[in-house]
């Protein structure tokens, strides 16, 4: 049973029917629907719409179907109303009878769906929080395990510099800090509440919207009805922090499914994150970093999605914003178990230290130190940097390490080498000299993981 049936004479159709009806995807919202409705009610008898009493067995009857809805999220699709809004009434009435129909007085589906939706992206922002903190956590422990592991750090996947594997997992806990951050702003953005600004122009009773909103728990009212129910920055600024945090998720992927790799064997993922091969016994694939990268795709594609639904609207509420909720809930849902799944794979990964140390003593990434050990010596960085250029050209052709060239063979390159140049081509000596806020030196990320600690 549709809320609109007076105006029609004719039947619609069972196709647009299936079309336009919601309920399938907004039944997510009932709590919030529920909740909304109770304030609804409470603010309605402020301006006499309704007695105390009527607002006593509204709110009873509310109270006992979200107890119900809480109990059984799946229940409300056995109903076949149009979306969730007209499934809560139908049920109200069906518990309270005419009293029921009384509660959709001054108010919309248009100020409601975007009320709804906004209550719900706030209780999903909050819950994410603590998953983005729950994924921070396991990478700092991994950085405090790994903390004198040596890394071969990578540009343009060359080996360059050697890190820490401690500063890797560090680079990662300041972009998901930087998700919490966003996070963050977004929830202070849409701490607003339409509700009772009607279909479009605003609810032609009395009411005190900013009691409503604090009502609802958020930190004001709206200020223009046109734009509050057809604003749907909130949808866009949730996918957009899933968008960059999904980039996230996935460049640490690409990052540990690399390390994983037998060509590299820096890492081991454990069994229960990993899967074997139905034809070759050998195998054991990085699925579940594989899957996150992947994922990632369908979040930043929701978001392309959003946009150009939104794109074009004129004003006010067109039935086009019915298409913001399955991608946001779909993108909800992936980012939340992407998380859940990247704390588990950290949890389990057993870094190979022997190996990730002998890769980082290969391909030249001492020559910058002898760059510097050059410049100490009075030589200017420009003309040092071809110095070594030509010594790692010689040094290939013998195909030895910088450090094992002999000393008269080094002078060859530049009279101011002397024998101390080799304490300073260690891997140690290269880490140690990263002394400098944000380097890889033991001592700043000892500070960092107490940091964030
Ligand atoms: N199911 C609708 C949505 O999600 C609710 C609002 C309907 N409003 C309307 N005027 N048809 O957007």
């Given at each position: 049973?549709?809320?609109w049936g007076?105006?029609?004479?004719g039947?619609?159709?069972?196709?647009f029917?299936?079309f336009?009806?919601?309920?399938?995807?907004?039944?997510r919202?009932?709590?919030?629907?529920i909740?909304?409705?109770?304030s609804?009610?409470?603010?309605?008898a402020?301006?006499?719409?309704?007695?105390?009493?009527?607002v006593?067995?509204?709110?009873?009857a509310?109270?006992?179907l979200?107890?119900q809805?809480?109990?059984?999220?799946?229940?409300?699709?056995?109903?076949?109303a149009?979306?969730?809004?007209?499934?809560?009434?139908?049920?109200?009435?069906?518990?309270?009878?005419?009293?029921?129909?009384?509660?959709?007085?001054?108010r919309?589906?248009?100020?409601?769906?975007?009320?709804?939706?906004?209550?719900?992206?706030r209780?999903?922002?909050e819950?994410l929080?603590?998953?983005?903190a729950?994924?921070?956590?396991?990478l700092?422990?991994?950085?405090?395990?790994?903390?004198?592991?040596?890394l071969?750090?990578?540009?343009?996947?060359?080996r360059?510099?050697?890190?820490?594997?401690?500063?890797?997992c560090?680079?990662?806990?300041?972009?998901?800090?930087?998700?919490?951050?966003?996070?963050?702003?977004?929830?202070?953005?849409?701490?607003?509440?339409?509700l009772?600004?009607?279909?479009?122009?605003?609810t032609?009773?009395?009411?005190?919207r900013?009691?409503?909103?604090?009502?609802?728990?958020f930190?004001r009212a709206t200020?223009?009805?046109?734009d509050?129910?057809?604003?749907?920055?909130h949808v866009?600024?949730?996918?957009s922090?899933a968008?960059i945090s999904?980039v996230?998720?996935?460049r640490m992927?690409?990052?540990?499914?690399?390390?994983n790799?037998?060509?590299?064997?820096?890492?081991?993922?454990a069994?229960d994150?990993?899967?074997?091969?139905?034809?070759m016994?050998?195998?054991?694939?990085?699925?579940?970093?594989?899957?996150?990268?992947?994922?990632?795709?369908r979040?930043?594609?929701?978001?392309?999605?959003?946009?150009?639904?939104?794109?074009?609207?004129?004003?006010?509420?067109?039935?086009?914003?019915?298409e913001?909720?399955?991608?946001l809930?779909?993108?909800?849902?992936?980012?939340?178990?992407c998380?859940?799944?990247?704390?588990?794979?950290?949890?389990?990964?057993?870094v190979?230290?022997?190996?990730?140390?002998?890769?980082?003593q290969?391909g030249y990434?001492?020559?910058?130190?002898?760059?510097?050990?050059?410049v100490?010596?009075g030589?200017?960085?420009?003309?040092?940097h071809h110095?070594v250029?030509?010594?790692?050209?010689?040094a290939?052709?013998?195909k030895?390490?910088?450090?094992?060239?002999?000393i008269?063979k080094?002078k060859e390159?530049?009279?101011?080498?002397?024998?101390?140049?080799?304490q300073?081509?260690?891997i140690?000596a290269?880490?140690?000299?990263?002394v400098a806020?944000?380097?890889?030196?033991?001592?700043?990320?000892?500070e960092?993981?107490a940091a964030?600690?």
């Amino acid at each position: 049973m549709a809320l609109w049936g007076g105006r029609f004479t004719g039947q619609t159709s069972d196709l647009f029917k299936q079309f336009n009806d919601s309920l399938p995807v907004d039944y997510r919202m009932a709590e919030q629907d529920i909740v909304g409705s109770i304030s609804w009610a409470r603010a309605l008898a402020t301006v006499n719409v309704l007695t105390a009493q009527e607002v006593a067995d509204l709110e009873k009857a509310l109270t006992d179907l979200l107890a119900q809805v809480q109990a059984d999220p799946a229940m409300v699709l056995l109903d076949d109303a149009e979306d969730i809004h007209s499934w809560v009434e139908i049920k109200l009435i069906e518990a309270v009878g005419d009293l029921g129909k009384k509660l959709h007085t001054g108010r919309s589906r248009n100020d409601q769906v975007a009320t709804d939706l906004k209550l719900w992206c706030r209780q999903q922002g909050e819950d994410l929080k603590s998953l983005l903190a729950n994924l921070i956590d396991e990478l700092v422990k991994l950085a405090e395990r790994e903390q004198d592991t040596v890394l071969p750090g990578y540009t343009h996947l060359q080996r360059a510099q050697p890190v820490t594997f401690a500063h890797w997992c560090l680079a990662y806990v300041e972009m998901f800090e930087r998700d919490v951050q966003r996070l963050n702003n977004a929830l202070e953005l849409m701490n607003t509440s339409p509700l009772g600004c009607g279909a479009l122009a605003g609810t032609a009773y009395a009411i005190d919207r900013e009691a409503l909103a604090k009502d609802l728990g958020f930190g004001r009212a709206t200020r223009n009805s046109l734009d509050s129910v057809s604003d749907r920055d909130h949808v866009l600024e949730l996918l957009s922090v899933a968008s960059i945090s999904s980039v996230h998720l996935s460049r640490m992927a690409e990052d540990i499914i690399f390390y994983n790799s037998g060509e590299a064997g820096f890492l081991e993922m454990a069994d229960d994150v990993t899967s074997g091969s139905s034809l070759m016994p050998q195998k054991k694939n990085p699925d579940a970093m594989e899957l996150i990268r992947g994922k990632c795709g369908r979040v930043v594609g929701s978001l392309t999605g959003m946009m150009v639904t939104m794109k074009a609207l004129p004003l006010a509420y067109n039935k086009d914003m019915q298409e913001d909720k399955e991608g946001l809930f779909d993108t909800i849902d992936t980012w939340t178990i992407c998380l859940q799944m990247a704390v588990l794979c950290i949890q389990g990964i057993k870094v190979n230290k022997e190996r990730t140390y002998q890769a980082a003593q290969q391909g030249y990434s001492n020559a910058t130190e002898l760059a510097d050990y050059l410049v100490a010596k009075g030589i200017p960085f420009r003309e040092a940097h071809h110095i070594v250029g030509v010594a790692v050209v010689a040094a290939i052709a013998e195909k030895k390490p910088l450090e094992e060239l002999p000393i008269e063979k080094l002078k060859e390159f530049s009279a101011v080498i002397e024998d101390d140049v080799y304490q300073h081509l260690t891997i140690e000596a290269c880490l140690e000299k990263r002394v400098a806020l944000g380097g890889t030196s033991k001592e700043r990320v000892k500070e960092a993981i107490a940091a964030k600690k």
